[in-house]
């Protein structure tokens, strides 16, 4: 599993192949601090194999949409967006509507995500307006400004809906006839559950060779071309790598499907894993437009980007815009696996959630890649599946454990910040001292 | 005139003023409606001795120059800390305010060492204050979940009858509960005035304001006002910071410990988590900025945002049985207020 974030991460640097290994170990000490305590935790809760992996599959795949919609304010240097909330938010107001018409299926998805999109767009315009307005403390401003939006939230839904605006859907409405109910079952013959994920599922090894085999053809090619052509940029380490960590993933499936396991059960949502995909892609290959580049300019100094002619509030804007859309996207996924929709509930610590997973993914306040993206979100919510029954089975109480991942999540938040403000001090007392 | 209308409203500042309007607006509504003033009015003033002291704890921090202290829940740690040690060891005969002075007393070297070591921490991140104050605060709570199962305590009115750990709330009702809010007091026409707890606060609030004016308070207030300048008079910044950040944190703790005794209870496990923001809240409502702040704008503050919520609670409920309209004003009120702040702050650092 770790291999897709590998191949990402390691960088193409001419160097030898101890002081890459060197470099990696350092870049990566936290995702790898934490696939020891995440293999620790699986060891200790005694859990199935099958059990965790299923549980596993369905969380991963629920929740990436969400964490990758951190990348690109982290790009264009608003650091990590809490304001994905609001984003979420923007998503449950277009479930309950969509519940409401009684659109099922894909057809009702398609109809959440085209009514989330433009509501999402205006809540993120509101949101850039505020951090073009405190610039230096986007984070916290993003973080408090979610806590407003939330009473925002629940005062339309609460005291709006069935005074101003009509709304008299007894599924949906409280029995006095204002407020939407606590929890919105999303499982009726005409409700959104499973309507992405149903669209397709497909044993999760068969993919997985499928796309192992693919891989190694690609990057043997690729070699092979190298070599032909311009020897001196070939990276035999991570050529080596990346080859080992395919092959071994390639190998794992072929074992489970030859031998016929239980394991073969575990499917994959393949419509839901392309949704994410793209957005990765989406990520990825942004980059390389001329937007992209603006949020790395505005990213690495908006003073610089200012003076070659970058508008930094409006791509700001545009950043905060993509992010608050894909937010809205992702808890729109997110919930139609869940099947019910906890009103004043599912989205409150989602941007919690989300930034820990990254954060453990090896992602910092100003780097994020999808890769990383994706390898947190499979160790936390591994940490998520195991912590319970290992802190029950080490210290005989289920609490600890589940106290322990939330101070997990709130520590690696606290962590990574601290962290990144402290070398931010470091680096303006140097240029202070350099000038 | 309208440039002096204009002028007044700048100073006074919009949000304070729609604040204000609401909470005239709220009590006049709660007589209209037949609530209950007497009533109504001992409860505002309750509170407002009860809040108080965590606004309070704002001062300091703000003074010495780290902002608006959001890792509040360390200094509520301490204060819970020396509460439950002191009903772990029985401490709470009358002579020690029934366990009131020794649960300060315990919990002061708790709030000196970790505001040391937090102020020190505060000095290698300046400038990111506010977010990582606001982590730090989330993973201290949720350290301490892991404590409260795992301390050993054993005094049976702390713990849970089977199973491991302290209870969810505490009760004081056999130590130091409303030891405060009964010393002199006294009620007028159904008023309940809590003269120990008001005298208290107002005694904290006198020793804060007592502290700014010495030596050290000035120079605290200097290195917070103006670090550069500071330096060139030969004032070490991140001492005071450290000083400030310590100050911050001993209030806290107090400010906890007076919180629980007029409540009743102490609280445990998350309930601490966002006790910080109605603080910060209450201060900036009040009329200080990220880096100003004044004793006035504690008291105005806190009775301005203990009142409108204790107002609104039974106002909202009368209106809307169902659903809770006080909780989501307290949420729109206290964010909003912060998010102005923050915009005022002027961008960059």
């Known amino acids: 599993m770790a291999g897709v974030n590998e191949v990402k991460t390691t960088k193409t640097n001419k160097t030898n192949t101890s002081n890459s290994i060197k470099k990696f170990l350092f870049d990566s000490s936290v995702p790898l601090l934490f696939i020891i305590i995440c293999l620790a935790g699986v060891y200790f809760s005694e859990l199935p194999l099958l059990f965790i992996m299923n549980t596993l599959l369905k969380r991963v795949t629920r929740n990436s949409f969400m964490v990758l919609s951190l990348i690109i304010p982290v790009i264009a240097g608003l650091g990590l967006n809490f304001g994905i909330v609001i984003g979420a938010m923007a998503g449950q107001f277009a479930i309950i509507a969509v519940t409401h018409f009684k659109i099922s299926g894909f057809p009702g998805f398609m109809m959440c995500i085209l009514l989330a999109t433009p509501i999402a767009i205006i809540f993120g315009i509101f949101i850039a307006i505020l951090l073009n307005r405190t610039k230096g403390q986007e984070m916290i401003s993003s973080m408090i400004a979610g806590f407003f939006a939330n009473g925002v939230y629940q005062f339309i839904l609460l005291f709006l809906v069935g005074t101003l605006i009509p709304l008299r859907n007894p599924d949906l409405v409280l029995s006095r006839g204002i407020g939407i109910r606590n929890t919105i079952d999303l499982t009726t013959a005409t409700g959104l559950k499973y309507s992405l994920d149903n669209v397709l599922w497909y044993p999760l090894f068969y993919v997985l060779a499928g796309i192992a085999a693919l891989v190694i053809i690609v990057i043997c090619i690729d070699y092979y071309l190298k070599r032909k052509k311009i020897p001196e940029s070939i990276d035999n380490f991570k050529f080596i790598t990346q080859l080992i960590i395919t092959a071994a993933i390639l190998a794992v499936s072929l074992y489970v499907i030859m031998t016929g396991s239980i394991l073969i059960n575990v499917k994959l949502p393949i419509i839901t894993t392309l949704f994410i995909a793209a957005l990765w892609w989406f990520n990825v290959s942004i980059m390389k437009t001329k937007m992209g580049q603006d949020f790395r300019t505005v990213g690495h100094d908006m003073e610089i980007a200012k003076i070659s002619g970058v508008d930094v509030d409006r791509t700001r804007t545009i950043a905060m815009i993509i992010s608050t859309v894909f937010a809205a996207w992702g808890q729109i996924i997110f919930l139609q696996n869940i099947g019910t929709l906890s009103t004043y509930g599912s989205h409150v610590s989602i941007a919690t959630f989300s930034i820990a997973a990254i954060l453990l993914g090896g992602a910092s306040v100003t780097k994020a890649t999808s890769g990383q993206a994706i390898l947190g979100v499979i160790l936390f919510h591994t940490l998520f599946i195991v912590s319970p029954k290992a802190g029950n089975n080490l210290f005989g109480d289920a609490q600890i454990g589940e106290f322990f991942r939330a101070f997990v999540s709130y520590g690696v938040i606290g962590v990574a910040l601290g962290l990144h403000a402290w070398n931010k001090r470091v680096q303006a007392i140097r240029r202070r001292l350099d000038a | ?349």
């Not at chain 2, 400038?127 to 795992?150: D, N």
């Not at chain 2, 004032?235 to 001993?250: E, F, H, P, Q, W």
Request: glycine share 12%.
């Open chain 2, 1 to 349: 005139m309208i440039e002096v209308i204009k002028k007044y409203l700048n100073m006074f500042g919009l949000p304070r003023l729609i604040i204000t309007a609401l909470f005239i607006g709220i009590c006049i509504t709660a007589i209209v409606i037949g609530l209950p003033v007497s009533l109504l009015a001992s409860d505002v003033i309750r509170r407002f001795g009860m809040f108080g002291i965590l606004a309070l704890a704002m001062v300091p921090s703000i003074q010495s120059g780290t902002g608006p202290n959001f890792a509040l829940p360390i200094g509520i740690i301490c204060g819970l800390l020396g509460s439950l040690l002191t009903i772990e060891f029985g401490l709470t005969s009358p002579a020690l305010g029934y366990g009131f002075i020794s649960a300060v007393l315990i919990s002061l070297p708790f709030a000196i060492l970790s505001g040391w070591v937090y102020g020190i921490l505060l000095n290698k991140i300046k400038g990111s204050e506010m977010l990582v104050a606001t982590y730090t605060g989330f993973s201290i709570v949720s350290f301490m979940q892991i404590g409260w199962v795992t301390l050993p305590f054993t005094h049976p009115e702390m713990r849970w009858p089977i199973g491991q750990g302290l209870r969810v709330t505490v009760s004081l009702d056999s130590s130091f509960g409303e030891v405060l809010n009964r010393v002199w007091g006294f009620s007028i026409s159904g008023v309940y005035i809590p003269t120990g707890l008001l005298l208290f606060f107002f005694g904290c609030c006198g020793l804060v304001w007592l502290f700014s004016r010495s030596k050290s308070g000035i120079e605290m207030n200097i290195a917070g006002a103006n670090p550069k300048f500071a330096v060139a008079s030969g004032i070490n910044v991140d001492k005071n910071r450290v000083v400030g950040t310590i100050l911050s944190t001993i209030i806290g703790a107090v400010g906890i410990i007076v919180y629980s005794l007029s409540f009743g209870y102490l609280q445990l496990y998350l309930a601490p988590l966002y006790m910080a923001f109605p603080a910060v809240a209450a201060v900036l409502i009040g009329g200080a900025s990220t880096s100003k702040v004044k004793i006035s704008h504690v008291l105005i503050g806190t009775f301005l945002f203990q009142g409108l919520l204790t107002v609104a609670l039974p106002v909202a409920n009368q209106m809307f049985p169902e659903g809770n309209l006080s909780e989501v004003l307290r949420m729109i009120v206290q964010n909003g207020i912060i998010l102005y702040a923050l915009t005022k702050m002027g961008g960059g650092v």
